[in-house]
């Protein structure tokens, strides 16, 4: 007998081949099956999605290939995986393939059978090897009430729950504990172990959070019951840790957002750390927000497990509603759109608003830049404070949005600037190895010493950078002495001093050992660290966001400033003399009058106001067409063909299409990048409009007009605009 298992492979996003292919195979093939086919003259990986015992209309043996092999010993991907996968291809407008295999570790495309079985065997032995050492050792803080109160209500909610908890009221032992909880339930006899899937914006900014989970877990659950996911980790690496929950050995995955995709066998609980944080949105490929997926994951495997075949054994929970997988999304600033979720009762708001140990949040000091001496970059005020700080043995954090040592090299004889020769942007001058670097393509060249326009010697630097800083910070605070007497220190983070592997950590554990006393840095500083003897904090160019052009640059500004307010006085003997101090040249801003208040509810209220008035997300929803090309002409072209074609497509009425227009960064690399804004009050609108138009759009990538177009995409639910 013949089967006819039609296959997901990878395919390019716009390629245009159809979701699945059509195979030939002996035996029968389970859905979620890992299997190598034929393709063009290679063999590759593919997932097997269903496998029917006649074949579609149409084909015929002679036309079909068969299955090169079945990959042994990994259990099928379940269908809650290819669930999330196939919604995920539909919402975000790519190809199924693309999706799904971009979904697997990359090396499980490379490894053949026999490979691959040595790999598994060498797992299950890695796996018998270490029991837990100590079973009992499962011990934590004792709980505040606030957290007590927010896990008894966790356990008993029937929808997503948010999390909105100041800056260290405990939010890590919120998630510790419930994953526990999880742990230590058993699964039903032939289902797999439980498991957790933790998510966190950068996990190289948190090394701390995967500690604590290491710390707890691996005594009572095994080594091996931790792994990681990210994309900093090597193919093997990423190969282990994906088998090891593919498998369900590994009972806990802390990961960034590629984690979502994580075959989970067992998952029942899946935490969103900082789910305000934009890096959880993908910037490239299918344009996913892992946050939003992992809400939609816990729904399926919710409602998979209450379908079940075999109904679980586990108690009935209450009333029978509790969801068998939950999602619990924490943050002290959640985004818009949770927060706005939650307002509706579409998901539950837990609060934590106090500190552990009664600690108050720090108190916000606006210093008027109107009122310092002309051409101050650092307040006298701001580098007095810190310098009492600093003999006091405490620590500052200055926070600046921008590294290198200036944005731009000038020459004021000619008025020649450090462009670009690739890009619409600057160079920015980097002192330290005397080089223009481009931010956006990469683009370095050493430092002229002359203006290569008029041989002017006197170039100079315009702006400031996080370089500049340090140095500036390092000569006024020269004659500040530490407690011991030892000069103070000044240090520096962010993405250039934390290029090389291990330096953020060597960084981090200078400031955490008082070695450092200030830590100049790019919002890389202001992310979720536990600093226990910071008791300043100073952001000194907040005021280029407020008057940003997107609409998301004050609820950006306000979570960042918010956030790294929360690195300070987190030691609640100190918190009381803790500050933020804010350098603006608008400090009546109301921004800023909220912001004192850490009224973070205000804030979310005014802007939802405001978004709702302009029919902007949560109220309205939008997608962004995206076309890059070697003129701007053709990219806008290629956006304009795209909106006539559009008519009379399903929806069309209920959509605004948007005027081409290019990119505030015009071009990056040689190419011209434009874009199309598309709006609507409907979600499922948007989203028949959006399917309709995939095929129009590949089609219009053929128009003369649009010739020299690069590539093209589409950006559901965009976070920038
Ligand atoms: P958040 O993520 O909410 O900012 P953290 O989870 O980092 O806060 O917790 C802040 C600090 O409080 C950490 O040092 C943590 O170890 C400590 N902590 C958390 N819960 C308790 C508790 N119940 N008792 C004592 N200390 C706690
Ligand atoms: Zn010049
Ligand atoms: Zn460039």
Redesign the pocket.
Known sequence: MAFWPSIVVATPAHSGVGATLTYRSELSLAPGALVRVPLGSREVLGVVWDCPDAPPEGLTEARTKAVAGVLEGLPALNGCWRQLVKFSAQYYQRSLGEVALAALPPQLRELDSTQLARRLRRRAKAAAGVPPTAPEALQG????AE?AGALQALAAATAPVLLY?????????VYLRATQAVLETAAPENEAPTQVLVMVPEINLTPQLEARFRERFEPAFGIGSVVCLHSGMTPAQRLTSWLAAHTGSARIVLGTRMAVFASLPGLRLIVVDEEHDPSYKSQEGARYSARDLAVYRAKVESEALANAPHPSPLPPSGEGERPRCQVLLGS?TPSLESWHAADQGRYLRLE?PGR??GGALPRLRLVDMNHQPKGAVLAPPLVAAMGERIARGEQCLVLLNRRGYAPVLACHDCGWKSGCPHCSAYRVFHKLDRTLRCHHCGFTERVPRACPDCGNLDIAPVGRGTEQIEEQLAGLLADVKRPDGSPARVARMDADSTRLKGSLEVQLAALHSGEVDVLVGTQMIAK?H?F?RITLVAGINADSALFASDYRAPERLFALLMQAA?RAG?DAAQSGASEMWIQTWYPQHPLFVTLKKHDYPAFAAEQLTEREQAGMPPYGFQALLRADARTQQAAQAFLNIAAEQAAGLPHRDDITLYPAVPLTIQRVANVERAQMLVETDSRGALQRFLSAWQPVLHACRSAPEAKGLVRWAVDVDPLSI
């Open positions: 803080h004792d709980l505040s957290q908890g100041a800056t260290g009221s405990g939010k890590t032992e002290a934590m552990i140990g979720g536990d226990r929360g987190r």
